[in-house]
């Protein structure tokens, strides 16, 4: 099935309430004016955050999925009831939308829920090697992705030998890291052949992810806002994976654990699967999809080296000096490939790091003036 190169714009999606103002994802962005740049910067930290809130929602399904005595089949049914109870979080938006409800121009744009089946493959990866490489893995598939997205629509050519080489940068410090943690695993080592699928599933979930952004851009664009499609996204998503879960629970003997005593963690992951989601419905559009994920990259970097250096998710994986070097071979990478967002992150932490100094200096400054002034009287 083939996929159209531009969107029609007569299906711009115009939000009442200054809600969104969803444009065609395979439209380029370009740099221009102060405003632009305030967007831009805004769109960097939100995809940063979305990164983060990735890193996170992989503890509190980590731990979950632990109930079960079988936890790589068991996290079929959790990555499930996150996906249904995020689409029960974006409900009250989608009825309040006051956008006309369309009916979708294009059929490949329901089939976003569809390229998220493997997501499940990210729970027992994360136990089995870490968040940094479980999360970098899936990051590698939603890159990949979305080189070949921007590539089709001239984004990117052959000739683009910077972001090319960039590309296989990133790959060989996700590989020297990968290779890093395989040797301080043993399951990696006594179960080649498990540990092999669920990563290669872990890598599919983030192809699915960057083509689910796609067809959740254009079906948002149809049907009025992204909290509908992200709606129509998990109902399918659901559907899709009916069969599967039953086989798991009727056939493999593999049930759903629920306890009530989990019921804020399970809020807090639907709640994280509806913002990701949605938040992937809107940003390719503002940053283009490699500009997108290479800021999620930075969100799941640093986050994802707090919990494995803090033993949050799986045994902890102290920050060594070949983990680091691994690192630096991805950010130079990723700023290979896209210059501009590393350059916009530098100058917003700096910014956000020299205003948390200056408080601080006038806060100390407060508390010697409190002093003197105590002595003095």
Sequence with gaps: MELPCNAPSDQQLMANGGVFVQRSPDLEVRPGGLANITVRAACTIWAALCGASVALNLVITTHLNRHSDEPNLHSFHVAAMCSLLGAVSLIPQACLAQAPFRRPTQIWSLLGGLCSLTVCATIPGAALVGAQIDLLLQLLGMLSMALFLDARVGRITCSDKRRIRGFFIVVAGIGADSFHAANDRNTVQQQPLVAAVILVGVFVSGLGYAMQAKCNSQLSADIGGPARACIICAAVTILGGFPIQSYIFFGMGVPFEFTLEDWPLWTLAGLQSAF??????????????????????????????????????????????????????????????????????????CCCCCCCCCLLLLLLLLLFVSRLFQQQC
């Design 276 to 349: 990701y989601t949605g938040s992937l419905a809107v940003l390719p559009s503002k940053l283009g999809y490699t500009a997108t994920y290479l800021a999620i990259m930075f969100g799941k970097l640093a986050s994802s080296s707090i919990l494995d250096a803090g033993g949050m998710i799986s045994a902890a994986q102290p920050f060594t000096v070949q983990r680091a070097l691994s690192l630096v071979l991805v950010l130079v990478g990723a700023g290979a490939i896209f210059v501009v967002i590393i350059l916009l992150v530098i100058i917003i932490v």
